[in-house]
């Protein structure tokens, strides 16, 4: 059994700064690949970036050059720091643990509501 915990989200006005964690717990907490995604009322869970084992990062277009997903030294929390936040990305914010192809964790979801 693997749980996801996640946290740091809140309100910020349009232009603010906000950083998510998820930190894991169980059977198994330390994973090489990570990734966030967004969930907007109304719209399709969409990727916004994710970290593969090797350390490999890859940013949604909407998100390039303002977000930056990391994981801790022993790979049991990842973080998603979020600068020049917009109205456009308020939405439910999902952690993501990668076992294989086939298996992996996902968090309960933060809130995440920019005011403009």
């Known amino acids: 059994q693997v749980r996801l915990v996640e946290s740091g989200g809140g309100l910020v006005q349009s232009g603010g700064s906000l950083r998510l964690s998820c930190a894991a717990s169980?059977?198994?907490?330390?994973?090489?690949?990570w990734g966030w995604y967004r969930q907007a009322p109304g719209k399709e869970r969409e990727l916004v970036a994710t970290i593969s084992g090797g350390g490999t990062t890859v940013y949604a277009d909407f998100v390039k050059g303002r977000f930056t997903i990391s994981r801790d030294k022993a790979l049991t929390t990842a973080y998603l720091q979020m600068n020049s936040l917009k109205p456009e990305d308020t939405a439910v914010y999902y952690c993501?643990?990668?076992?294989?192809?086939?298996?992996?964790?996902w968090g309960q979801g933060t809130q995440v509501t920019v005011s403009s």
């Open positions: 169980g059977r198994i907490r330390s994973f090489g690949h």
């Open positions: 993501k643990a990668v076992v294989s192809a086939a298996a992996a964790f």
